[in-house]
């Protein structure tokens, strides 16, 4: 599926940029220099989301959208109203009601996306219905993008760069958080045990980049987050801004 003959020479590196990672809006683009670049999530106000990616949404190929909660999907209609592609689930799109030519409904672990991207989604473990990671490829390197899931039951080989959340930890949780809002913390989001847990299983020979996504506001501390996961990887991590 994800396969490629030769090593990637350092101008030919895939970058993932985390725009917005938190609860209140999620925007994330991957660019390649074999082509346009890819949109994943789409949680800013259509204006908010033109300047953050400089007016310049023509040259994007499409957007991967993980599932309806609004921090990632508030735009969607909109996008689809300019003609810009989207990609998610059955479930995503008949929750927010969307459709037209531009809408894509993807199928877990089905390869599809608008060349030279090469996509796979796979089911997460979240609160809403449908909800999706994504592997992308550019023919050359690949990312895995997961956010708002509490496990990631897939395995992966061959990862370039990986992007997931680390949303809160058993040490750094707010002790006086509410019953209720703990316990769908724990149902829906990933901690940094989950994670450091992940990335100890996973291949990460050819991994160059670590990206921790959606830091919670009030149960994570990115110093430590990023200190324990460059020390169970040896990789550079980035903390991606809220």
């Known amino acids: 599926m994800f396969r490629w003959t030769r090593k990637p020479e350092k101008s030919c590196r895939m970058k993932f940029t985390a725009i917005n990672s938190s609860s209140s809006a999620n925007l994330y683009r991957l660019d390649t220099p074999n082509g346009a670049p890819l949109m994943i999530e789409c949680g800013l106000p259509i204006a908010k989301l033109k300047r953050a990616l400089n007016f310049e949404l023509s040259t994007f190929r499409g957007c991967l959208l993980s599932h309806f909660h609004s921090d990632h999907s508030k735009a969607a209609a909109d996008l689809l109203a300019l003609g810009i592609a989207l990609y998610c689930s059955s479930g995503t799109a008949e929750a927010l009601g969307l459709s037209g030519h531009s809408l894509h409904v993807v199928e877990p672990y089905t390869v599809f996306g608008p060349a030279p991207w090469r996509c796979m989604a796979f089911p997460t473990e979240h609160d809403a219905l449908g909800s999706l990671g994504f592997v992308v490829s550019d023919g050359v390197e690949k990312l895995l993008f997961c956010t708002d899931s509490y496990y990631i039951r897939p395995k992966f080989r061959g990862l370039n760069l990986i992007a997931i959340e680390v949303n809160w930890s058993e040490s750094t949780i707010d002790p006086n958080i509410d019953p209720a809002v703990k316990r769908r913390l724990v149902e829906s989001h990933m901690s940094l045990e989950t994670a450091l847990e992940f990335l100890r299983v996973t291949d990460l020979r050819r991994v160059r ?33 809220k």
Not at 220 to 234: C, M
Request: proline share 6%; no cysteine.
């Open 209 to 241: 980049e670590v990206h921790l996504l959606h830091l919670s506001d009030s149960n994570s501390d990115e110093e430590y987050f990023r200190r324990e996961v460059a020390r169970a990887t040896g990789k550079p991590v980035f903390i991606s801004p």
